[in-house]
C-alpha cells in the first residue's frame, strides 16, 4: 500500500482559495489517488479522484503532478462548512478497502 | 438523494457483552463495509462484504466479529463479546460496483460504541 504524506493542518480565510498537498512517492501505476473529508462528528465523505489528469468536480479540483508523486487537493473558495480532516487515499486496482492516513485538518476563519 | 443509516447512534454495553451495529447500505449498492474509529485516530477498515460473503478483512476483525446481510436491507456488525478496547465510532459504508480503484464509498453517520 502506498503510504502517503499531508500536513498535519492547514488555516484558511472563508471564501479564500485553500491547496491541500499530498505526497504519495510510493504509488503504484495503476493506483487512483482518492480524496476524503471527515466533518467533526460525521462519517468520511468522498471528494474527488483521478489517475493522471486533473479533475474537477461540484465540490474541489484535483491536480496530478506529472511523475503521480504527489497531487494537490483545491478548494476554489472555502467556506466554514469545508472545515474538515482531508485524507488523500491511492487506491489499488485490486482491493476496495481505503486505508486512512491522519489526514490534514483545515481549519476555516470567517 | 440517497444515504447510509446506522442504528443506534449510540450504543452503551458492559464489558463481554454482546452487540449487534445496524445499518442499511445504499438500495442498489451490492458491496459493504465497516469501518471504525478509535477517539483521536485513524479511520480502521475492518472487514468488506459482497454477495453474502466477507470479500475482505483486516488483523482487527477476528473472530470475535461477525458481519451477515440477514434480508435485503440490512448489514450488521456482530461483536460478541465487547472488550474495552472495542469502544470506538463504528462506521458502514456501501459501493454499488467494483471498477478497479476508482469506486466511491458512501459512508452512514456511524454508530459510537462505548464499553464499560
Known amino acids: 500500500d502506498a503510504k502517503t504524506t499531508q500536513p498535519n493542518s492547514m488555516e484558511s480565510n472563508e471564501e479564500e482559495p485553500v491547496h491541500l498537498p499530498c505526497n504519495h512517492s510510493?504509488?503504484?501505476?495503476?493506483?487512483?489517488i482518492h480524496w476524503y473529508r471527515q466533518l467533526p462528528s460525521q462519517g468520511p465523505e468522498y471528494v474527488i479522484h483521478?489517475?493522471?489528469s486533473n479533475v474537477n468536480n461540484r465540490m474541489a479540483s484535483l491536480a496530478i503532478a506529472e511523475d503521480r508523486k504527489s497531487s494537490t487537493l483545491i478548494l476554489h473558495r472555502a467556506t466554514l462548512r469545508d472545515a474538515a480532516v482531508y485524507y488523500c487515499?491511492?487506491?489499488?486496482?485490486?482491493?476496495?478497502?481505503?486505508?486512512f492516513g491522519t489526514g490534514t485538518r483545515l481549519q476555516v476563519f470567517p | 438523494e440517497p444515504e447510509v443509516t446506522q442504528t443506534p447512534s449510540h450504543q452503551v454495553t458492559q464489558m463481554g457483552q454482546e452487540v449487534i451495529l445496524r445499518c442499511v447500505p445504499i438500495?442498489?449498492?451490492?458491496?459493504f463495509y465497516w469501518y471504525r474509529q478509535i477517539l483521536g485516530q485513524k479511520v480502521e477498515f475492518l472487514v468488506s462484504?459482497?454477495?453474502?460473503?466477507?470479500?475482505?478483512k483486516s488483523e482487527i476483525f477476528d473472530d470475535q466479529f461477525s458481519v451477515e446481510r440477514p434480508d435485503g436491507s440490512n448489514f450488521t456488525l456482530k461483536i460478541r463479546s465487547t472488550k474495552l478496547e472495542d469502544s470506538a465510532m463504528y462506521f458502514c459504508?456501501?459501493?454499488?460496483?467494483?471498477?478497479?480503484?476508482?469506486?466511491?464509498?458512501?459512508f452512514g453517520p456511524g454508530t459510537r460504541l462505548t464499553v464499560l
Open positions: 459504508a456501501s459501493t454499488p460496483t467494483l471498477t478497479s480503484g476508482r469506486n466511491e464509498q458512501f
Open positions: 510510493t504509488i503504484s501505476g495503476t493506483d487512483y
Open positions: 483521478g489517475l493522471t
Open positions: 487515499i491511492p487506491r489499488s486496482y485490486n482491493t476496495d478497502k481505503l486505508i
Open positions: 438500495s442498489n449498492h451490492l458491496y
Open positions: 462484504f459482497y454477495n453474502n460473503e466477507i470479500s475482505e
